[in-house]
Structures are given as structure tokens and as C-alpha cells.
């Protein structure tokens, strides 16, 4: 017997009008797409607590809450709000979908519905969709160190990394950790930046990276965005070798890879994977590191290593 083939995804289908949703329905699970149906904003978003669809066909005009409140209330829940939404309209509401796409929606479908039409904008709005799921997890799970900043030195966006790079140089200068969610960029940088900004006359991108201080280099990237600098954040990991944490901060051999591995922003639970050991065997020598830095965190450890250095 062969295997049924993989589901191209999960399509909720939100209409009131029972020739739209047998005709959609039809369409999709015959594209191979797993259907869900709703014939209220309501309802819909009550299915959506159990079972989140990967893309959403929203009618506009429908009873108690119509697709403009529908989608709003879609958007303003981070539970729900990535969820592509495509409004369904005749051409009398055309002149509505400006309030639509303020809403959130990314797209639109003239009834009478063509499945052709709506079977090719679906494809192009999973894929868009997936391809940008990928590249933020992997932005939120790697190692990849960056922020994009405006001219004022405001942080618009940056990376997990990111985040943990700032909270390390911060250390080093002797800085207490900026607020969560501090949208500045901490001092010492700051001057860096807006000298930078000065002497290259706003250029969009600088090739050459500027060391800060010892164990912190900048790269200055063109961004897309008019008027915000892309900023990848470089670490000099040559003096995190464990030898030479070793020779220049007299611990063991075990406590300079445990120090490296802090430095690169690694937990205990990941620190103890890495080196085949407990969790509370790598607190215990963290213990020991910090006694003999005369330190009482990781990023104070992370930047007595580095002046050591």
C-alpha cells in the first residue's frame, strides 16, 4: 500500500457563505492541503487555540465580527500574529482593503473565486512565510551577532547573540547591564558609531572591522532599510583557547574550557553536553573560576578573562 502523501500545509478557510466553503474546501484538500473551516470571525479565532493553521482565507463582510476586527485581533495575539492572512472581497469592497492591509493582511482575493488564483497565491505566501520562519530561527538560535541601528545610534532590531555580545561589552568597560530592552547603544559604542558616521560621511558600508576594545570588533553592513546601519559584531575568540586562558588566568584546563565556552554565550546544561559532563559539575567549577577572578557572574568572568588577556 503506498503512504499518503505529506500535507502541503494547514489552510483555515473563514466564510460564511456555504458555496465558498465547499468550493475552497474542495480545491484544497484536493492540492493536498489539510482544511479547516469557520463561517465566523468568532469561531475562528477559537479553532485557532487548538489547532494553528500555517495560512488563513478570511471573508471580509460576515456577521458579529468581520474580517477587518477578525484580523486585528489575529495580529495583536503573538500566539497568532505570523500567520499569513489573505482577504476574500467581491469588487464592490475593493476601495475597503486599504483598512485590510493596515490590519495585517498580506494579500487579497477578488470573488468570484478562481481556485487557480487562490491555489497560486497560497503557494507563494507559505513559501515566503516559511523561508522567513527559517531564516529567524536560525538568527534566534545561532551564533550570529548583529544589530541594526539608525544614525542616533537606536536599536531597531538585533539578534539573540546580539544581545549577549552588548551585555559582554558592557562588562568589560566595568558598565552595569543595560535595561532589557534598552534601544540604545551602550556608551563607548555610541562615540565609536557617530564618529564612524562623521568620518566615512554616512557611506553605507565599511568592509573593515573596528576593534572597540581588545575582544570586540565591529563590521558596518549596507541595510535595506533607508537611513539604518547594519552592524555585525565580531568576537576575537584567538585568546579563548583553553591553553592560553590556562597559562594567563592560572585555572585548570577543565575551567579554561568551561570559561571559553561562557564567553561564547553557552549554558551549563549546553557546556555539559559539549564536554560530556553534569550541569552541576560545570557549576562547580564555575565556582572556581570565579573565586579565583574575584568575580560573582559569567559576564564579569567573561571580561576579568579578557583584561587578563
Not at 488564483?117 to 545561532?142: F, M, P, W, Y
Amino acid at each position: 500500500m503506498m503512504e499518503a502523501a505529506p500535507s502541503n500545509g494547514t489552510v483555515l478557510i473563514v466564510d460564511d457563505t456555504p458555496g465558498n466553503l465547499a468550493l475552497l474546501s474542495d480545491t484544497l484538500s484536493e492540492a493536498n492541503y489539510r482544511v479547516l473551516v469557520a463561517t465566523d470571525g468568532v469561531s475562528a479565532l477559537e479553532q485557532i487555540q487548538y489547532v494553528k493553521p500555517d495560512i488563513i482565507l478570511l471573508d471580509v463582510m460576515m456577521p458579529g465580527i468581520d474580517g477587518f476586527e477578525t484580523c486585528a485581533r489575529l495580529k495583536a495575539d503573538p500566539a497568532t500574529a505570523a500567520i499569513p492572512v489573505l482577504f476574500m472581497t467581491g469588487l464592490s469592497e475593493l476601495e475597503n482593503l486599504l483598512r485590510g492591509f493596515g490590519e495585517g493582511a498580506l494579500d487579497y482575493i477578488v470573488k468570484p473565486i478562481r481556485p487557480p488564483e487562490v491555489l497560486a497565491r497560497i503557494e507563494v505566501h507559505l513559501t515566503q512565510t516559511r523561508n522567513l520562519l527559517r531564516a529567524e530561527q536560525l538568527l534566534n538560535h545561532g551564533e550570529f551577532a548583529a544589530l541594526a541601528v539608525d544614525a542616533g545610534g537606536q536599536i531597531h532590531w538585533r539578534t539573540p547573540a546580539g544581545a549577549q555580545w552588548l551585555a559582554d561589552f558592557n562588562a568589560f568597560q566595568g558598565l552595569d547591564a543595560a535595561p532589557a530592552g534598552d534601544s540604545t547603544l551602550p556608551e563607548g559604542m555610541l562615540g565609536w558609531f557617530q564618529r564612524w558616521l562623521r568620518q566615512s560621511g554616512r557611506s553605507e558600508a565599511d568592509s573593515e572591522p573596528h576593534r572597540l576594545v581588545p575582544g570586540f570588533a565591529v563590521t558596518v553592513n549596507a541595510c535595506e532599510q533607508p537611513g539604518e546601519y547594519l552592524l555585525l559584531l565580531q568576537r576575537d575568540d584567538a585568546q579563548w583557547s583553553p591553553e592560553t586562558l590556562r597559562e594567563k588566568l592560572k585555572l585548570t584546563f577543565r575551567e579554561a574550557e568551561i570559561l571559553m565556552w561562557i564567553a561564547r554565550g553557552k549554558t551549563n546544561k549546553e557546556i555539559g553536553i559539549i564536554l560530556a559532563t553534569s550541569p552541576r559539575t560545570v557549576n562547580k567549577h564555575l565556582e572556581h573560576i570565579f573565586e579565583k577572578l574575584g568575580v560573582s557572574t559569567r559576564a564579569a568572568a567573561v571580561a576579568a578573562a579578557m583584561r587578563g588577556g
